[in-house]
């Protein structure tokens, strides 16, 4: 069998590697076994953050609405159920958005809710 020179591949390899782990700290960018293991945790942290980020968007604009419906007088639990029961279908990055930006059309649902 025919020997296989593989220089030039694995070259290609490290160098891909050494390039996304450009920046790291010490041997982590520049030694391509420390590299590869930080970048695979580094790319199991990006995932786990992309999931993360939603939930902390969720959350604020939980937050957001709920201290706008507070000054009108409202929690935001029933906010929420009142705006289910009248079929108004607004998710909560809207109504967030609302609540901040427009706060008079804000307060109109408000009254919808309340009447």
């Known amino acids: 069998m025919t020997r296989v020179k593989r220089g030039t591949v694995v ?10 782990t450009k920046g790291y700290w ?3 960018s520049n030694i391509f076994q420390r590299a590869k293991e930080t970048l ?22 939980i937050a957001r609405i ?12 029933s906010l929420i ?12 990055k809207m109504l967030s958005q609302l609540a901040v930006l427009d706060p008079e ?9 309340k009447g």
Not at 66 to 77: D, F, L, N, Q, T
Not at 105 to 113: A, E, P, S
Request: aromatic share 8%; net charge positive; proline share 0%.
């Open 105 to 113: 059309t804000f307060g109109q649902l408000v009254k919808i809710v």
């Open 81 to 92: 159920a009142g705006l289910k029961n009248a079929n108004i279908a607004l998710n909560r």
């Open 26 to 28: 010490g041997q982590r």
């Open 40 to 61: 695979l945790r580094a790319m199991a942290f990006a995932f786990k953050g992309r999931k993360l980020k939603k939930r902390d968007m969720r959350a604020l604009f």
């Open 66 to 77: 709920s201290a706008a419906a507070k000054g009108h007088g409202i929690s935001y639990s």
């Open 11 to 20: 070259k290609k390899r490290h160098k891909r590697v050494l390039k996304l």
